[in-house]
């Protein structure tokens, strides 16, 4: 995330090298990395050259928290069980298999209502419900 804020301050600023995102606090390889899976899922773009670099694929506006956590580290899961719920034999009567998916859904959908634009803001108030803040 630090990463992704980076390039969103810097969105007029064009391409960044990694060394100057690598300075956020993360080191250059694990960086690399990241940058590269962000890269693949559609939110970073990278320029080659003397002036490349990477840059956010598109407005920070229309870029969210979940996405970036997508890319990076896979759907969010809290499900405390063994099985997924299509071959546990007590998903249908389980309270623990009802009760996660709401708690998992819901905390997909406010990670989605969150943009990079609005954590720039950083207003304190929460988002409307089309992604935006009030």
Not at 2 to 15: C, D, F, I, K, V
Not at 26 to 34: K, T
Not at 58 to 82: F, K, M, N, Y
Not at 109 to 132: A, F, K, Q, V
Request: hydrophobic residues 35%; charged residues 25%; aromatic residues 4%.
């Amino acid at each position: 995330m630090r990463a992704m804020l980076y390039l969103a301050q810097n969105e007029r600023e064009g391409p960044q090298p990694l060394s100057r995102i690598a300075e956020q606090g993360l080191p250059g390889d694990y960086l690399e990395q990241l940058l590269g899976r962000l890269r693949r899922e559609g939110l970073v773009d990278t320029v080659r050259g003397n002036q490349g670099g990477y840059l956010l694929a598109r407005p920070a506006s229309e870029i969210t928290l979940g996405q970036v956590i997508d890319a990076v580290e896979g759907p969010v899961r809290l499900d405390l069980c063994v099985g997924e719920p299509e071959t546990c034999e007590q998903a249908g009567t389980c309270g623990l298999h009802r009760t996660w998916s709401v708690v998992r859904d819901g905390i997909a959908d406010l990670m989605d209502r969150y943009s990079l634009h609005d954590m720039l803001m950083n207003t304190g108030d929460e988002p409307d419900n089309d992604g935006g803040l009030a």
